[in-house]
Structures are given as structure tokens and as C-alpha cells.
């Protein structure tokens, strides 16, 4: 149980393009689902929290109008990047909480490419 | 401030050997800890999990950690290492709603 999905698991795409990222929890309702980003040899940095049906929470830092994020329903978040820069390559990775539990299940990982 | 540090970059230990990640933590009440490992190219996957009773916890692949309150620590350790366990661990502590703070993570490597 507490499978999270992300899809595309890697995507290469011009600068300029925006970058559309889902990540699915696939056998429980995630009330609160995370948005991180991993540089080479580092740590994850948090970028958002969201919740569904209302607006993510974003870091210190992490530009909103860049990273949208959407949590349209209990099982689903999508972040777009958008206007991609080479800057923005990364290994992005969604995680999502079960209820009331501490414990956060993570996709695999999108590696995003940008030329 | 909350905190989590792992001190070591890399452990190394040869294979059938016991092992043991460090990690200290700095948090204001009780400590929700947690153990992730992430295999190159993936995403985390959940080890174990401190939230309160019994100092030592038992979690997946036979890893375990031992929650200590005065030395503010939660040591991950296995009695015997696999080629297999080779991945980079991660250390985490709650902190605000459900966000988790994280340790800079530690590389195993597991010699045979």
C-alpha cells in the first residue's frame, strides 16, 4: 500500500517551454502532498506543500508564478514549470501523506531536462 | 531551530559486517524521526519511523534504529550488510504540519 506515482519520469524540453509534472497517490486519498527538488549529491529542497483544493504553500525562495503547483483532488498534484531555463534542471520528486500520519510516501523522482 | 544532522558524508563497511548511520536531531518537544533510503535515480523510500514508545524501532530490509532522548539521537543500524544496502540514507525529523527536516543524507557503501 501507499504507492505514489509521477509521471513523466524524464522529460527534456527546449528553454522556454513549460513542463507539466503529475504525481498520483494510487491506493489512499493524500490529504497533503510535497513538491521537492534534488541537486546532484544533495539533500531534497522542499519546495511546496499543498493541500487539495486550496493554494500550495511555497518555501522561502521558490518562485510561485514559475513553479505552479495544482491539487485538484485527494489523489492528484501537478507541477508546471513553466518558461523553463537550463537553471531549472533537476531531479523533482512528489511525496504525499496518508491522513492524520506522519509518514510520506514519495513518487520516483521526474528528472527535467531543459536545453 | 529544528534541525537534523547526519555527520558522516559516506560509510563504508564490508559486506556481513554490521552497520550503523548517525544522525542527531534538534527539535523543541517530541521528536517525530524518520529513516528514508533512496536508491540513484529514485525517488525515497520509507525505512522506519520514531513516534514514541519503544526506544528501538524495527523498520523494512532488517534495518532497525534506536532512539536515544538524552543524547538526541536515532542511530540506523543493521547487524549484517548487504552489496544491496548500498543507496544513500536520509535522516528526518517533523517539523511544522507535516513537512519534514532533513539530514544532508549519508552514502553506504557496501564492500563485498
Known amino acids: 500500500g501507499a504507492v505514489v506515482s509521477q509521471h513523466p519520469s524524464r522529460v527534456i524540453c527546449k528553454s522556454g517551454t513549460s513542463v507539466k509534472i503529475e504525481c498520483r497517490s494510487l491506493?489512499?486519498?493524500?490529504?497533503?502532498m510535497f513538491w521537492y527538488r534534488q541537486f546532484p549529491k544533495q539533500s531534497l529542497m522542499l519546495m511546496a506543500t499543498?493541500?487539495?483544493?486550496?493554494?500550495?504553500?511555497?518555501e522561502q525562495g521558490v518562485e510561485k508564478d514559475k513553479f505552479l503547483i495544482n491539487h485538484a483532488s485527494l489523489t492528484l498534484s501537478t507541477l508546471t514549470v513553466t518558461s523553463a531555463h537550463p537553471e531549472d534542471s533537476s531531479f523533482y520528486i512528489c511525496?504525499?501523506?496518508?491522513?492524520?500520519?506522519?509518514?510520506?510516501?514519495f513518487g520516483p523522482g521526474t528528472r527535467l531536462t531543459v536545453l | 531551530a529544528q534541525s537534523v544532522a547526519q555527520p558522516e558524508d559516506q560509510v563504508n563497511v564490508a559486506e556481513g559486517n554490521p552497520l550503523t548511520v548517525k544522525c542527531t536531531y534538534s527539535?523543541?518537544?517530541?521528536?517525530?524521526l524518520f529513516w528514508y533510503v533512496q536508491y540513484p535515480n529514485r525517488g525515497l523510500q520509507f525505512l522506519l519511523k520514531?513516534?514514541?514508545?519503544d526506544n528501538l524501532v524495527k523498520g523494512s530490509y532488517g534495518f532497525e534504529a534506536e532512539f536515544n532522548k538524552s543524547q538526541t539521537s536515532f542511530h540506523l543500524k543493521k547487524p549484517s550488510a548487504l552489496v544491496s544496502d548500498s543507496a544513500l540514507y536520509f535522516c528526518?525529523?517533523?517539523?511544522?504540519?507535516?513537512?519534514?527536516?532533513w539530514g544532508a543524507g549519508t552514502k553506504l557503501i557496501i564492500k563485498p
Open positions: 511525496s504525499a501523506t496518508l491522513g492524520s500520519t506522519d509518514t510520506q510516501y
Open positions: 491506493d489512499f486519498q493524500a490529504t497533503t
Open positions: 499543498s493541500n487539495e483544493g486550496s493554494k500550495a504553500t511555497y
Open positions: 527539535v523543541s518537544g517530541n521528536p517525530y
Open positions: 520514531y513516534i514514541t514508545g
Open positions: 528526518a525529523v517533523r517539523g511544522r504540519g507535516y513537512q519534514l527536516i
